[in-house]
């Protein structure tokens, strides 16, 4: 590991996804967010269930709202364009999404193919009118998530939390 | 497949005779574009949600809707493109196997709201055999009349989840645009499923 100082974030996520009345968690895996999933497979109040394509998570959120249901999702940096098209919906029905995404190509990178999407993701979600609220460090991880899932759910807007590559600390094979 | 003219359905009929005597427990999402019309022509109803774009989200919609609703029904009505462009959706409907959910697909082997092109299912994608391999238990392939009552009764009362491909004319009936906003369309939906104090959240 580059730099992790501090990984308790990564078992005190589960309580912020308690605390934002979150009972629907979809995910394309990714490391950082191991122990998250296996937390919330292991809730039988939370529908915890993978995903094929991160394209699929912007459907499955806004359904569940209109259903009457909080959810979020999981992904990491490299899948986040794509679901770029998809989130159209989301601002044409004035709907809630919540995502958390794990970076990677960017703080001390071992593998150069990450680092396009790392790279980019923060200008493609600004050029998608998306929010962004990034966790440069592990201290930052659970207020920034937190206050994430509460801006989108409390103003119905679409908001990513980066937890950045400094705060999950960077894979060296 | 849907490269053959004969032994198909005209779409619209088709969709009314599935819609007749609607149950109110039954929700819609409807894909763009005629399947839209269709379930518009069928009645007008806040309990239809429409994605007037997003192409390739409905069925996903659809799942995030039954998953959080499981005890009402809900269908997906898209075409063959639409469902096309967000396939996987089907394996992830395989994976979580929401009993109340049936994917209802038009196909017609066409781009019809393009020009008509030919599409995958009109050359060789078996849309039926794909859900079939993604683990959906439930498949019905729609060419008739009785066909579509037996998929009436299986949006309804399962065993879902449910895929019913039914087989359509490349016929494309006149346009029912429906409430094009799609933050009121939203609203509204959610206020007759939920009830008023939803909106307040």
Redesign the interface.
């Known amino acids: 590991m580059v730099e992790a100082t501090n990984a308790d974030w990564k078992d005190q996520l589960y309580n912020s996804i308690k605390a934002l009345n979150i009972t ?1 968690v979809v995910y394309v895996p990714d490391a950082g967010h191991a122990k998250l999933i296996d937390r919330c497979l292991a809730d039988t109040e939370i ?1 915890c ?5 991160e ?15 909080r ?1 979020c999702a999981l992904m990491q940096s490299s899948g986040v364009g794509n679901l770029v ?2 989130l ?2 989301v601002h ?4 809630p999404f919540f995502a958390i995404a794990t970076m990677r190509g960017e703080w001390g990178e071992f593998n150069g193919w990450q680092t396009p999407m790392g790279q980019s993701i923060p200008k493609i979600l600004d050029a998608a009118n998306i929010v962004v609220n990034r966790a440069e460090t592990s201290a930052d991880v659970i207020p920034v998530t937190e206050a994430s899932g509460r801006l989108a ?1 409390n103003s119905y807007l679409p908001v990513f939390s980066l937890i950045s590559q400094r705060a999950t600390g960077a894979k060296v094979f | 497949m849907a490269n053959e003219t004969q032994n198909r359905l005209e779409r619209r009929s088709a969709v009314h005779r599935l819609l007749q005597d609607r149950d109110p427990n039954l929700l819609i999402v409807a894909g763009l574009g005629s399947a839209i019309w269709d379930a518009e022509t069928a009645g007008e109803t806040p309990l239809n949600l429409y994605l007037l774009g997003a192409m390739g989200c409905a069925v996903s919609t659809a799942l995030g809707l039954a998953t959080a609703q499981p005890e009402k029904r809900v269908i997906a009505l898209v075409g063959d493109a639409e469902l096309g462009m967000g396939l996987y959706a089907l394996a992830t409907v395989g994976w979580r196997k929401p009993e109340n959910l049936t994917i209802v697909c038009l196909d017609n082997g066409r781009f019809g709201e393009t020009g008509g092109q030919v599409s995958h299912s009109g050359v060789n994608l078996d849309l039926a055999g794909v859900a079939t391999a993604a683990g959906i238990p439930t498949i019905r392939r729609v060419s008739d009349d009785a066909g579509v009552d037996e998929l009436r009764a299986i949006i309804m009362d399962g065993p879902g989840p449910a895929f019913g491909l039914v087989e359509i004319t490349a016929d494309m009936p006149p346009v029912a645009m429906p409430i094009r906003n799609g933050t009121i369309a939203l609203a509204r939906f959610r206020e007759a499923l939920l009830g008023h104090d939803a909106l307040k959240e």
């Open positions: 629907q529908d269930f993978p995903l094929v394509n394209f699929e998570s912007v459907g499955i959120c806004v359904g569940a709202w209109a259903g009457g249901r959810s098209n998809a159209g919906l044409s029905v004035g709907a759910f």
